[in-house]
């Protein structure tokens, strides 16, 4: 089942939905960095190249980061 959450990106908000899993490693990635998950998610959304849906992006960095 996935799981919703909203945050606020480049002045409007989104919401992305991911298995709970992702949401885990990303709370651990950005408990790791130091930073909130809205930090991390703001991150990863400016760096993704234009046309990468951001659940996607998510995914594809909280696979890295468990490898």
Same mark, same amino acid.
């Given at each position: 089942?996935?799981?919703k959450?909203?945050?606020s990106?480049?002045g409007h $908000?989104?919401?992305?939905? &991911?298995?709970?899993?992702?949401w885990?490693?990303l709370? @651990?990635? *950005?408990k $790791?960095?130091?930073?909130t &998950?809205s930090?991390?998610v703001t991150?990863?959304?400016? @760096?993704? *190249?234009?046309?990468n849906?951001?659940a996607?992006?998510?995914?594809?960095?909280?696979l890295?980061?468990?490898?």
């Open positions: 089942m996935l799981e959450r909203s945050f990106l480049s $908000r989104t919401s992305v939905a &991911l298995e709970p899993e992702f885990a490693a709370d @651990e990635a *950005a $790791r960095d130091g930073i &998950l930090g991390l991150r990863i959304d400016s @760096e993704r *190249a234009d046309g849906p951001l996607s992006a998510l995914r594809v960095f909280a890295l980061k468990r490898s």
